[in-house]
């Protein structure tokens, strides 16, 4: 019998309000075989979230026990005040089973899991500029003012950081934001496999490849840096 494969790892990571898990829930949906690692975190469920599906909703205490335990392929503390980690039992059940596996996870968790894993696909997803990332925060009506300000604050950070991923999907039109996605899973694998046929979902895919998006990323942070810093 062959040995069971290990799973690929695919890191989605971007600002808030960007369309992410919006994003993810549709990939999970297109493509069989990927399991969604549902992080740890000591912050308070909002709105609809329930334990074990959005996220485990645990205490300090219990975070710092798992740290102890050494229970985490990543953690950080996220917005300066809430541990988020990922647990490594995720890694286990995917490969167990012969699947991959989708993190959800910021920018230090995706440079703690680069370092341990560095075979490990991942994805920066850019709202189309400043002004639509915060009508799309506003919409979805979820924030207050002063909340608002601090996402976009910290997406200015983020962005910046857009560089260190393997690829950059900039979610303009969903349906389009959502191909690309499914395309650089499924690229992935298939190289991992091999295929000669199935050359269009790598040549989506590599669109995003950071070489040949830079270009239509800079107007995307002129459109950040060109606004005074919110207090
Ligand atoms: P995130 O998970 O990155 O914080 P959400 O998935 O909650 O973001 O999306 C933020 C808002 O933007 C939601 O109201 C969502 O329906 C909307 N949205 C996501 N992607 C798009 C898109 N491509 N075009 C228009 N609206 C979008
Ligand atoms: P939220 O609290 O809005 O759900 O998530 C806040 C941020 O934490 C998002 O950028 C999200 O990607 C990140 N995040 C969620 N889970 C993890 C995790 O396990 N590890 C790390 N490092 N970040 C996470």
Redesign the pocket.
């Known amino acids: 019998m062959s040995e069971p494969r290990k799973p690929i790892v695919y890191i989605i990571s ?10 993810v829930n549709e990939l999970l949906k297109l493509v069989p075989k990927l399991d969604f690692s549902v992080s740890y975190t000591t912050r308070s469920p909002r709105g609809s979230e329930q334990n074990g599906k959005e996220y485990y909703f645990i205490s300090r205490e219990e975070f710092e026990q798992m740290i102890e335990s050494a229970e985490f392929l990543e953690h950080a503390t996220v917005f300066g005040k809430s541990y988020y980690g990922t647990a490594r039992r995720f890694l286990r059940e995917a490969e167990a089973k012969g699947h991959d596996l989708l993190l959800d996870i910021d920018v230090q968790g995706a440079a703690q899991v680069k370092e341990k894993c560095p075979d490990a696909v991942s994805i920066f ?1 850019l709202p189309p500029d400043r002004q639509i990332l915060e009508w ?2 506003r ?2 009506g979820e924030d207050d003012e002063a909340t608002i300000q601090r996402r976009l604050d910290t997406a200015r950070r983020e962005i910046e950081n857009y560089d260190k991923y393997d690829y950059v999907v900039i ?4 349906e389009e ?1 959502s191909e690309s996605l499914q395309a650089i899973v499924l690229s992935d694998r298939l190289r991992k496999t091999l295929s000669g046929s199935d050359t269009r979902m790598i040549e989506l895919a590599d669109r995003c490849r950071l070489s040949n998006i830079r270009s239509r990323v800079q107007p995307i942070l002129e459109s950040f840096r060109n606004l005074p810093a919110q207090a």
């Open positions: 971007a600002p808030s309000g960007s369309g992410k898990s919006t994003l997803v799309r925060l919409r979805r979610n303009d039109k969903l934001s």
